[in-house]
């Protein structure tokens, strides 16, 4: 397993390092003699980590398998509150029927037809069918619709977790109520969680594939270059491996400038910068798609809005001003209710393309609210993306680790992590440890 990216709270986890892990201070010891550098040192930042996350309460999982593990957690809750409703609801909405049905026959015979009609308009349910969420009128009684009505029930909870609450299906007994009630608190934190994680994994996929590399690395010379010269003195350096979690001291900064400065000017330009990073097996990526968030995500949401609009004008056969007003609606969880899908296939159609689009708004918002963070550093993340690290990066990290003037055992976070490089072999392999 490889690490591509750190979270780290440290404020949660304050304790000092170095009692917690002897044997990694002494395989430390043992892997570096003066400036040398063993073979071992490829291998000894992640054994080593390991061999620390038990004491540390270090939970190590991959990104993407979390997020897939989020998704079926969250179909799984929906599905069981789901099952729950439509076996309430369903008894439930047989005698409403059989009430609603009896008296729109007697009001039938007492009025003209044009007036009769105009009242089921206004009412919007058939006068002999009745309500056909969770049953369905079999020319004698009603009975429960299964799987349709399951796909119903599902439809409902999933727009009660994600606050869109159209209310064109609303509970009508106690027992709905209470498990609506239920459905929303347990639901709403998990389908933001989700839909979020979704949409962002989705966003980083479309963004590695049209983000080129060139581009990744001007990204991150524009972010790191503060006076807008076009290169990267060693203070702007400094901050670039820094905010990867890469604390280099003054001395190594001197030499990494002093090895891949071919033109002997001080600084790094573009050319030169991607040549240390690549060398060094440092990946920018993270930070430029951090960067470049909000444009990638408002261009995809964009795009994905006017392609749900046409979906929903088609499915929902409602007007181009409609299918809008809908889209709208539906993305922004205002959720009328004026406009809903009526039928069972129809409503489960629909349920993944909104969830889509619920997250693409959330991380449009998440990236402008982030674009107004002014600090070099990435609030609460350490991006540690190597590929195949060098004995340099290696070197240097470790020599800056063994020169701490404070007694091992004060050593803190940040100084282990400093430590902890590993292979990265594959380029979407996103691992995320929280402590």
């Known amino acids: 397993m490889s690490i591509s990216m750190i979270s780290i709270n440290e404020e949660s986890n304050p304790k000092p390092l170095g009692a917690l892990t002897p044997k990694f201070m002494e395989r430390v010891d043992n892997a570096f003699v003066g400036n040398e550098t063993s073979p071992e040192m490829e291998s000894i930042a992640m054994e080593a980590f390991k061999d620390s996350a038990y004491f540390l309460g270090i939970k190590v999982k991959n990104k993407g398998r979390a997020t897939l593990y989020f998704l079926i957690f969250f179909v799984l809750t929906l599905c069981l509150f789901a099952v729950l409703l439509m076996y309430i609801e369903g008894p439930a ?8 049905t009896s008296m729109m026959a007697q009001i039938k015979a ?22 056909q969420n969770f049953v369905e009128f079999d020319g004698v009684d009603w009975a429960t619709r299964g799987f349709s009505a399951f796909i119903t029930s599902f439809y409902v909870t999933f727009t009660m977790s994600t606050t869109i609450g159209y209310g ?8 709905g109520k209470i498990i609506s009630v239920f459905t929303i608190l347990v ?10 994680r979704v949409a962002d994994w989705i966003l980083v996929k479309i963004m590695k594939v049209f983000l080129k590399q060139s581009q990744v690395f001007q990204t991150a010379l524009n972010k790191f270059d503060t006076d807008n010269n076009g290169t990267l003195d060693k203070e702007e350096l400094h901050g670039a491996f820094g905010t990867l979690g890469l604390l280099i001291s003054s001395d190594d900064l001197d030499l990494i400038i002093s090895k891949y400065d071919a033109d002997g000017n001080g600084v790094l330009d573009i050319d030169e910068f991607a040549d240390a990073a690549n060398s060094l097996g440092v990946e920018f990526g993270p930070v430029a798609r951090d960067t470049l968030k909000l444009y990638f995500s408002s261009f995809l949401l964009g795009g994905y809005t006017v392609l749900f ?16 007003y809908y889209t709208v609606v539906t993305f922004t969880t205002v959720g009328l209710g004026d406009i809903t899908p009526q039928s069972p296939g129809v409503r489960g159609a629909l349920i993944l393309p909104i969830f889509v689009g ?3 708004l959330a991380l449009v918002i998440q990236a402008v609210t982030a674009s107004y963070n002014t600090k070099p550093e990435v609030q609460g993340k350490k991006y540690v993306a190597h590929k195949k690290p060098s004995n340099l990066l290696t070197q240097q990290s470790s020599r ?36």
């Open 400 to 435: 800056l680790y063994l020169r701490q003037e404070s007694p091992r055992s004060e050593v803190s976070q940040s100084d282990f992590f400093d430590v902890v490089t590993s292979t990265h072999e594959e380029d979407d392999e996103y691992t995320e440890a929280i402590i």
């Open 168 to 175: 064109d299906v609303p509970p009508l007994t106690n027992g």
């Open 187 to 196: 639901t709403i934190p998990i389908a933001v969680i989700t839909y979020v």
């Open 110 to 131: 007492n009025l003209t037809s044009e007036a009769f009609d105009e009242l089921v308009h206004l009412i919007g349910i058939d006068p002999v069918l009745g309500l």
């Open 358 to 360: 619920l997250g693409l």
């Open 309 to 324: 609009c046409i979906i929903s004008g088609l499915a929902l056969n409602i007007s181009a001003v409609d299918s809008i």
């Open 93 to 100: 909405e047989v005698a409403f029927n059989r009430e609603y």
